[in-house]
């Protein structure tokens, strides 16, 4: 079926800048954009539905590139246990932390996680989210695991968004394993992850690299196991230490290395050279109360893109709003709006792998936009949070889930 949307200003995140096309027009065929540009250049032709868009601003759809939001249980009171001052390192070492997190969730069955995980999908989705990665690592066991990662691809098929599944098997040591890193290890790269992937639950392969979590030495033993697997890799790196995360990542050509805010411009270098997107989670940095910024500057010199995403997890980003980032990322990291646009967007698309056919209005590239009631795109990131009026298309469909 063919469609015209026009009346319409269109962000097209080309290359990653806004690149404006005034009074716009696009053409969809199959759920893709088979044309887009000055309606004026719209050659006479015949629709089978027309969209009036009212003047509003369109982008492409937002993609969230980074959250684990299946979990069980929650973790207010470890919010409150921080506010009197116990850090996070601290309560994890102290058997909270993600292992809290991990005990709730495997006592949590199937329709129980998917149910609190599709309430926390649609409130990204009501604000103009088409594209969502989901990781597992709170499950550490083989059956959790894989749990998480149906509940994950559940919602792909029940909502209106295109879900990543990534599995973060190597997220924490589960309490079965304690003084036994290596050989929790040895379980993921030799059970946990050729099985899942074999069951073609995994997009991508994840690790927590971090002194509460594992060293360098295992995240690559990881790596080796995905590359064997066929299997992109991703990694939290260098979020409250600098451990060399991101000097790993670039090496196996990792699609994304994130938090990254004790990478050096040595690692953003690295990071140009293999092409990895430096993944921005300010939600995190924020509930953390950290101090150290990521080294945004090298990523602009050395050309890293820059993506942004909302982490949302019960722990250290309890984050309902991708726009809420945009405008944090803009506020703490000084980010432009125009970043951060590209952040949620083309450099999300990246830091999936999905730059291809996600992330711009490009033709070819599928019909997933938001047409926006703002009076210009700095408005996307201006507003701290609350809902923006907006027309939402998914496959060129328009959506209200
Ligand atoms: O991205 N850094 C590790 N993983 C999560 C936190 C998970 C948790 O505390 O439950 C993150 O911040
Ligand atoms: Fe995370």
């Given at each position: 079926m063919t469609q015209l949307w026009h009346h319409c200003h269109a962000i097209t995140m080309a290359e990653g800048r806004y690149s404006l096309i005034t009074d716009a027009a696009l053409v969809i065929a199959d759920g893709r954009i088979d044309w887009i540009g000055k309606a004026d250049d719209l050659a006479e032709q015949d629709f089978e539905a027309i969209h009036d868009l009212g003047g509003r601003w369109l982008t492409p759809g937002l993609i969230d590139c980074h959250t684990h939001l299946v979990f069980g249980g929650d973790r207010s009171g470890e919010f409150e246990q921080r506010l009197e001052g116990v850090d996070y390192e601290t309560i994890a070492r102290q058997g909270g932390g993600i292992v809290s997190s991990v005990r709730a969730t495997r006592e949590t069955d199937f329709e129980t996680l998917y149910a609190s995980a599709e309430a926390r999908a649609r409130v990204l989705l009501a604000e103009g989210v088409t594209t969502l990665e989901i990781k597992s690592g709170y499950g550490l066991d083989l059956d959790s695991e894989r749990r998480m990662l149906r509940v994950a691809r559940e919602l792909g098929k029940r909502l209106p968004?295109?879900?990543?599944?990534?599995?973060?098997?190597?997220?924490?040591?589960?309490?079965?394993?304690?003084?036994?890193?290596?050989?929790?290890?040895?379980?993921?790269?030799?059970?946990?992850?050729?099985?899942?992937?074999?069951?073609?639950?995994?997009?991508?392969?994840?690790?927590?690299?971090?002194?509460?979590?594992?060293?360098?030495?295992?995240?690559?033993?990881?790596?080796?196991?995905?590359?064997?697997?066929?299997?992109?890799?991703?990694?939290?790196?260098e979020q409250l230490s600098h451990l060399g995360g991101c000097q790993l990542a670039a090496e196996f050509g990792a699609l994304s290395a994130d938090h990254v805010e004790y990478a050096n411009a040595d690692d953003a270098r690295a990071m140009a050279a293999s092409g990895t997107t430096a993944v921005l989670l300010p939600g995190a940095f924020l509930t953390l109360r950290e101090t150290q910024l990521p080294p945004i500057e090298a990523f602009r010199e050395h050309g890293v893109a820059m993506a942004l995403a909302s982490d949302l997890n019960p722990g250290t980003s309890p984050v309902l709003s991708l726009r809420l980032m945009m405008n944090l990322a803009c506020t703490l990291f000084r980010l432009t709006p125009e970043e951060a646009l590209a952040g949620v967007t083309l450099n999300a698309a990246r830091a999936l792998g999905i730059e291809a056919s996600h992330g711009s209005l490009e033709v070819g590239k599928v019909a997933d936009a938001v047409a926006w009631d703002v009076t210009g795109p700095a408005e996307l990131a201006y507003w701290l949070g609350g809902q923006l009026p907006s027309i939402r298309f998914y496959h060129g469909e328009q959506v209200s889930a």
């Amino acid at each position: 079926m063919t469609q015209l949307w026009h009346h319409c200003h269109a962000i097209t995140m080309a290359e990653g800048r806004y690149s404006l096309i005034t009074d716009a027009a696009l053409v969809i065929a199959d759920g893709r954009i088979d044309w887009i540009g000055k309606a004026d250049d719209l050659a006479e032709q015949d629709f089978e539905a027309i969209h009036d868009l009212g003047g509003r601003w369109l982008t492409p759809g937002l993609i969230d590139c980074h959250t684990h939001l299946v979990f069980g249980g929650d973790r207010s009171g470890e919010f409150e246990q921080r506010l009197e001052g116990v850090d996070y390192e601290t309560i994890a070492r102290q058997g909270g932390g993600i292992v809290s997190s991990v005990r709730a969730t495997r006592e949590t069955d199937f329709e129980t996680l998917y149910a609190s995980a599709e309430a926390r999908a649609r409130v990204l989705l009501a604000e103009g989210v088409t594209t969502l990665e989901i990781k597992s690592g709170y499950g550490l066991d083989l059956d959790s695991e894989r749990r998480m990662l149906r509940v994950a691809r559940e919602l792909g098929k029940r909502l209106p968004v295109t879900v990543k599944t990534t599995c973060l098997a190597a997220h924490a040591l589960p309490p079965e394993y304690a003084g036994r890193s290596d050989d929790y290890i040895e379980r993921v790269c030799e059970t946990m992850l050729p099985t899942l992937a074999a069951e073609g639950w995994v997009d991508a392969v994840d690790g927590f690299c971090e002194g509460i979590a594992f060293s360098p030495a295992q995240m690559r033993r990881v790596f080796e196991t995905a590359r064997r697997l066929g299997l992109p890799v991703k990694l939290h790196a260098e979020q409250l230490s600098h451990l060399g995360g991101c000097q790993l990542a670039a090496e196996f050509g990792a699609l994304s290395a994130d938090h990254v805010e004790y990478a050096n411009a040595d690692d953003a270098r690295a990071m140009a050279a293999s092409g990895t997107t430096a993944v921005l989670l300010p939600g995190a940095f924020l509930t953390l109360r950290e101090t150290q910024l990521p080294p945004i500057e090298a990523f602009r010199e050395h050309g890293v893109a820059m993506a942004l995403a909302s982490d949302l997890n019960p722990g250290t980003s309890p984050v309902l709003s991708l726009r809420l980032m945009m405008n944090l990322a803009c506020t703490l990291f000084r980010l432009t709006p125009e970043e951060a646009l590209a952040g949620v967007t083309l450099n999300a698309a990246r830091a999936l792998g999905i730059e291809a056919s996600h992330g711009s209005l490009e033709v070819g590239k599928v019909a997933d936009a938001v047409a926006w009631d703002v009076t210009g795109p700095a408005e996307l990131a201006y507003w701290l949070g609350g809902q923006l009026p907006s027309i939402r298309f998914y496959h060129g469909e328009q959506v209200s889930a």
